[in-house]
Structure formats: structure tokens, C-alpha cells
């Protein structure tokens, strides 16, 4: 299965950079990642993530997909970009992070949910996932993260 999730992981970002053009490197940089003269020595890091909720504890397939792009630009089409980003960057981009809050109202009602995050977050592969009970349990954790 490890040889799969990678390849999903890598097809994930594949197709989120050719989405956006932006790959993983800022337009001010060189392909050594150094900037170019007259260039600020600090280019802004990147942070790009492809959502995935699915039933059950698999990744594959999706029932929804979101596409969120939090720096240098916000952009994608997960509906509160700016609200998620913040979301995220308070965790580092890994949605294994989020906890249910104690005391929201759940059913006990047993339904595996799965997020999956891949992408890059400061600019490095980010893959990270975590299934709740239920998917009352994953909107309670995630927030406006898992909204879309």
C-alpha cells in the first residue's frame, strides 16, 4: 500500500501545480531556489494542499476534493480560502492535528471519514491524514477546513 499512497500522493500534487502553475519554486528564483539579483533573499514559502474526504478509513475515492492554495497567493477552490489557510498554518498544514472539541453533539453512529491533505506546506511535501468516527466528528474538528 505504501508504494500506492505514494503515488497517489505524487499524482495529487502533479495535478495541483499543473492546475495552478505555480510548481514549487517562486517565479523570482533560480532552479537552485536562490533568488536573482535585486531579488529579496527570502522568497515567501509555498503552501498548497489538495483536500480529501472519503467514506470509510481509505483515501481513494473521493467524495469531495478541494484544491487550496495559501501562499505566496490565496487562491483554489475550496469556498473560504483565507479562513481555512489560517486554519491550517495554526496546525502546520497537518490535518492529523485537529481534535473534535469536547462537548459538541455527535450521534455515536459508527460511519470511518477520512481527510487527506497532500501538497507542500513551507516548502516541502506535505501528506498527512486522519479518520473520525463520523463525519459529525470530522466538521467538528475540522471547522472551516473540511467545508467545502
Not at 491550517?88 to 481534535?99: A, C, M, W
Not at 459538541?104 to 471519514?113: D, F, H, K, R, V
Not at 481527510?115 to 463525519?135: E, H, K, M, Y
Request: net charge positive; glycine share 10%.
Amino acid at each position: 500500500m505504501g508504494k500506492w499512497l505514494t503515488r497517489y500522493a505524487f499524482s495529487s500534487v502533479t495535478f495541483f501545480c499543473l492546475l495552478f502553475g505555480s510548481g514549487v519554486l517562486p517565479a523570482s528564483a533560480d532552479p537552485l531556489g536562490q533568488p536573482l539579483p535585486g531579488e529579496s533573499a527570502a522568497p515567501p514559502s509555498h503552501r498548497a494542499l489538495v483536500l480529501t474526504i472519503v467514506s470509510g478509513p481509505a483515501i481513494l475515492p473521493p467524495f469531495r476534493t478541494a484544491a487550496l492554495q495559501c501562499s505566496p497567493l490565496g487562491g483554489g477552490t475550496h469556498p473560504r480560502t483565507r479562513e481555512a489557510c489560517a486554519a491550517l498554518t495554526r496546525v502546520g498544514g497537518d490535518v492529523s492535528k485537529f481534535k473534535p472539541p469536547v462537548g459538541m453533539p455527535c450521534s455515536l453512529q459508527y460511519e470511518p471519514t477520512t481527510i487527506t491533505a497532500v501538497g507542500v506546506w513551507d516548502d516541502r511535501f506535505s501528506l498527512s491524514s486522519q479518520t473520525f468516527g463520523n463525519p459529525c466528528l470530522l466538521r467538528n474538528a475540522l471547522g472551516v477546513v473540511g467545508r467545502f
